[in-house]
């Protein structure tokens, strides 16, 4: 049983390693757009906002499915062959897998939101816009006087 286990942690292991990887690569842009934009530097913003939107695009809504979600849910299954030698393991890789399509979920939200900004930055021809998560009316919303 401790084999099982540690076989299931060392596998979890390279492919955390591998979202990780893949998650930080793309959150070096967004980290020097904020550097720009608060040093009221437009252009550079704006180049950070689009290196960081091809690389949301490339890393985190392909490759992240297409390359780790696959290998996980296929390559995976049938390298351990759950079915016969790992029962247990069973319950622990459908849990992993939904965690992971909740994780692309999230990603496909965020592209959107990605997305709206980008759209509201050519509205206002490149000028670098305010985040959209902040909304004025939403203090006048909770509190009205």
Do not use: T
């Not at 759950?82 to 069973?90: I, N, T």
């Not at 670098?128 to 006048?140: A, H, N």
Request: charged residues 20%; proline residues 2%.
């Amino acid at each position: 049983m401790l084999k099982d286990h540690n076989l299931l942690v060392y596998r979890l292991f390279r492919i955390g390693s591998i979202i990780l990887a893949l998650h930080d690569a793309s959150d070096v842009f967004l980290e020097a757009g904020k550097v720009f934009k608060y040093s009221n530097r437009e252009i550079g913003a704006s180049v950070c906002l689009g290196l960081f939107a091809i690389s949301w695009l490339l890393l985190r809504l392909i490759f992240f499915p297409f390359w780790v979600i696959k290998s996980f849910s296929c390559d995976f299954r049938e390298f351990l062959n759950l079915s016969e030698s790992y029962p247990r393991l069973c319950y622990e890789y459908y849990v992993i897998n939904a965690i992971l399509l909740m994780l692309l979920a999230f990603h496909v939200y965020w592209w959107v939101l990605i997305c709206s900004v980008i759209m509201r930055q050519l509205k206002s021809r490149g000028k670098v816009v305010e985040d959209i998560r902040s909304d004025k009316s939403f203090s006048s919303f909770f509190f009205p006087f």
